[in-house]
């Protein structure tokens, strides 16, 4: 990890004079701190790691929220942010980015539940402190606080320290868990393997596919945890969302006799709005730090461990095929027709390629390309849990500064990129070439299908000339269209793709185009809210 995503502010002066002083980090300058933190975010599902520095109180809470969503979502981020002088704070004095109040702890006390760990540094506990906040974000893959006073930076660091040794499987542990697994998954007539965002969090993506490959199980992916292994990979069945996505995949997935999940999060919409049916029994859940089989839990075994000994020990399995994943199919419509579902979603999915990062937005974009199949080695980037609607345009931003070897494409609708859509002029400033499709469907089209009554005019937005915002926004030379026919947009995909340039654009459809899922949760919403 070479890069910091920040906004300064003279109290955070230190940390970063720090930064840009040092050779091998970059100061990545964001539009504001909640974009910083969603960058970080997307810097981190590629990298494993981020860094996002903020000034104290406005700023370190304006990145707050993004912060809360890197817990949600497993997200190692190193918060830096800043606090006035100790002797300003020892003076209780009232200065700016406070509360007036004197009181100075405030910020770091609002941040605990959002962070595994957090600190107020000092010279003299630099050291130990740094050292156990790395080792938390790593044995928790979540985000850690470091609050540095402004005096305390150009210090001399006081004592020493070593780095924390992560904990290792308890080996009893581990035998009783390999074995509970291996003894299910051999009695098993059919098993089918689930894996999940834990791995790729933990970097283990590698050895859980050495699993599927052992031991030759198919497996399918939920909602969250979409590209967590190659959609490529023969083994693969396609997404497993309950009542809402491909019934075959539904039929395999429930009909086995051992499901065997490796760090998945039965979410809500992982669930397919809780229509997936499990049979708790039936299934293991293997996570970082501990294992579930059936309904004994064994703590203190390490999932690296499992799935290495997994890896070795489970029997070949050449008798379970599963369906294969659906495609899409060739998209409708040509020439002037509109751009419907049908159209859209299909042409998205040929569009991608081997490699690619689709970052992906909350909203009806996201749930219609879940069912998508990827290219080999592209991943699909979504924030599901948290759902913060304007994470993907700065997370695509992050993506790309760790990735800037691969195509980053963003597809957002109109509504989410309201709130962070400035972010699109740092792409430009960084030389990063992205691609985006802005969905402009006039207004929030998913809340339309989950509300009451879609026309409530809580729905409606302000109508911006999206396809211009670029030009404004500083990204000379980029590639922008707006689309509002088959063939429009056709001409507009293939001049993105061959340009070498940024491109950005604006896919406009009528207020209620939409893909099968959505139509299915405004259906029957009260599965998703249980109200
Ligand atoms: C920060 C935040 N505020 C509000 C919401 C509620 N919300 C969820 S989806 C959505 C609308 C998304 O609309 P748009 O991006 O235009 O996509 P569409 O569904 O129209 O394709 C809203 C407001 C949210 N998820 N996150």
Same mark, same amino acid.
């Given at each position: 990890? @070479?890069?910091?995503?920040?906004?300064?502010? +003279?109290?955070?002066?230190?940390?970063? #004079?720090?930064?840009? *002083?040092?050779?091998?980090?970059? $100061?990545?300058?964001?539009?504001?701190?909640?974009?910083?933190?969603?960058?970080?975010?997307?810097?981190?599902?590629?990298?494993?790691?981020? =860094?996002?520095?903020?000034?104290?109180?406005?700023?370190?809470?304006?990145?707050?929220?993004?912060?809360?969503?890197?817990?949600?979502?497993?997200?190692?981020?190193?918060?830096?942010?800043?606090?006035?002088?100790?002797?300003?704070?020892?003076?209780?004095?009232?200065?700016?980015?406070?509360?007036?109040?004197?009181?100075?702890?405030?910020? $770091?006390?609002?941040?605990?539940?959002?962070?595994?760990? %957090?600190?107020?540094?000092?010279?003299?506990?630099? &050291?130990?402190?740094?050292?156990?906040?790395?080792?938390?974000?790593?044995?928790?893959? %979540?985000?850690?606080?470091?609050?540095?006073?402004?005096?305390?930076? +150009?210090?001399?660091?006081?004592?020493?320290?070593?780095?924390?040794?992560?904990?290792?499987?308890?080996?009893?542990?581990?035998?009783?868990?390999?074995?509970?697994?291996?003894?299910?998954?051999?009695?098993?007539?059919? =098993?089918?393997?689930?894996?999940?965002?834990?791995?790729?969090?933990?970097?283990?993506?590698?050895?859980?596919?050495?699993?599927?490959? *052992?031991?030759?199980?198919?497996?399918?992916?939920?909602?969250?945890? /979409?590209?967590?292994? +190659?959609?490529?990979?023969?083994? $693969?069945?396609?997404?497993?969302?309950?009542?809402?996505?491909?019934?075959?995949?539904?039929?395999?997935?429930?009909? *086995? +006799?051992?499901?065997?999940?490796?760090?998945?999060?039965?979410?809500?919409?992982?669930?397919?709005?809780?229509?997936?049916?499990? #049979?708790?029994?039936?299934?293991?859940?293997?996570?970082?730090?501990?294992?579930?089989?059936?309904?004994? $839990?064994?703590?203190?075994?390490?999932?690296?461990?499992?799935?290495?000994?997994?890896?070795? %020990?489970?029997?070949?399995?050449?008798?379970?095929?599963?369906?294969?994943?659906?495609?899409?199919?060739?998209?409708?419509?040509?020439?002037?027709?509109? &751009?419907?579902?049908?159209?859209?979603?299909?042409?998205?999915?040929?569009?991608? /390629?081997?490699?690619?990062?689709?970052?992906?937005?909350?909203?009806?974009?996201?749930?219609?390309?879940? @069912? *998508?199949?990827?290219?080999?080695?592209?991943?699909?980037?979504?924030?599901?849990?948290?759902?913060?609607?304007?994470?993907?345009?700065?997370?695509?931003?992050?993506?790309?500064?760790?990735?800037?070897?691969?195509? @980053?494409?963003?597809?957002?609708?109109?509504?989410?990129?309201?709130?962070?859509?400035?972010?699109?002029?740092?792409?430009?400033?960084?030389?990063?070439?992205?691609?985006?499709?802005?969905?402009?469907?006039?207004?929030?089209?998913?809340?339309?299908?989950?509300?009451?009554?879609?026309? @409530?005019?809580?729905?409606?937005?302000?109508?911006?000339?999206?396809?211009?915002?670029?030009?404004?926004?500083?990204?000379?030379?980029?590639?922008? =269209?707006?689309?509002?026919?088959?063939?429009?947009?056709?001409?507009?995909?293939?001049?993105?793709?061959?340009?070498?340039?940024?491109?950005?654009?604006?896919?406009?459809? #009528?207020?209620?185009?939409?893909?099968?899922?959505?139509?299915?949760?405004?259906?029957?919403?009260?599965?998703?809210?249980?109200?």
């Amino acid at each position: 990890m @070479t890069d910091v995503f920040g906004v300064p502010g +003279d109290y955070a002066f230190p940390v970063n #004079d720090a930064i840009c *002083a040092d050779k091998n980090m970059n $100061y990545i300058g964001s539009c504001n701190e909640i974009n910083a933190a969603y960058s970080a975010d997307g810097y981190a599902r590629i990298k494993g790691l981020a =860094a996002v520095n903020t000034t104290s109180g406005p700023g370190e809470l304006n990145a707050l929220s993004g912060i809360c969503g890197a817990y949600a979502e497993h997200v190692p981020i190193f918060h830096l942010t800043a606090q006035p002088s100790r002797t300003l704070q020892r003076d209780r004095a009232f200065v700016h980015h406070t509360l007036g109040n004197g009181e100075f702890d405030l910020f $770091y006390e609002m941040t605990a539940p959002a962070v595994c760990a %957090r600190t107020i540094v000092t010279p003299e506990n630099c &050291i130990a402190e740094t050292e156990r906040l790395i080792a938390a974000a790593l044995y928790h893959r %979540r985000p850690v606080y470091m609050a540095f006073p402004m005096d305390v930076p +150009d210090q001399p660091v006081l004592g020493q320290g070593s780095p924390h040794v992560l904990p290792q499987s308890d080996p009893k542990a581990l035998e009783k868990a390999v074995n509970a697994i291996v003894d299910a998954v051999t009695r098993a007539k059919t =098993a089918v393997v689930l894996p999940g965002i834990l791995v790729a969090r933990a970097g283990l993506r590698r050895e859980a596919t050495a699993l599927i490959d *052992a031991s030759g199980l198919p497996f399918a992916a939920m909602v969250m945890d /979409k590209t967590t292994l +190659d959609e490529a990979h023969p083994n $693969y069945i396609g997404i497993y969302d309950g009542r809402l996505a491909d019934e075959s995949v539904r039929a395999f997935v429930e009909g *086995a +006799d051992c499901v065997l999940g490796l760090g998945a999060l039965w979410t809500d919409f992982s669930t397919g709005a809780f229509t997936a049916k499990l #049979d708790k029994s039936k299934t293991i859940n293997v996570f970082h730090h501990s294992t579930r089989v059936g309904n004994a $839990y064994f703590e203190d075994v390490e999932m690296k461990d499992v799935l290495a000994a997994l890896a070795q %020990r489970l029997p070949k399995r050449t008798d379970l095929k599963g369906p294969k994943p659906s495609e899409f199919g060739a998209p409708a419509g040509a020439g002037g027709d509109k &751009i419907t579902a049908e159209a859209l979603y299909p042409r998205w999915s040929r569009f991608l /390629k081997p490699d690619d990062i689709l970052v992906a937005e909350t909203g009806t974009s996201s749930m219609g390309l879940f @069912t *998508a199949k990827m290219p080999k080695g592209a991943t699909f980037n979504n924030q599901s849990l948290w759902g913060a609607i304007g994470w993907a345009t700065p997370a695509a931003f992050g993506a790309a500064v760790a990735a800037p070897d691969r195509r @980053t494409v963003l597809i957002t609708g109109e509504g989410s990129h309201q709130l962070t859509a400035q972010e699109v002029g740092q792409f430009h400033r960084r030389g990063l070439k992205p691609i985006i499709f802005l969905l402009n469907n006039n207004g929030y089209l998913i809340e339309r299908l989950l509300c009451k009554n879609g026309e @409530t005019y809580y729905n409606d937005l302000a109508q911006w000339h999206y396809h211009l915002l670029p030009q404004a926004l500083g990204c000379d030379g980029w590639f922008t =269209a707006r689309a509002t026919t088959c063939g429009e947009l056709d001409a507009a995909m293939k001049k993105a793709e061959s340009g070498g340039v940024g491109a950005y654009i604006e896919v406009v459809t #009528d207020k209620y185009v939409a893909p099968p899922i959505p139509m299915k949760l405004h259906n029957d919403t009260a599965a998703l809210y249980k109200a």
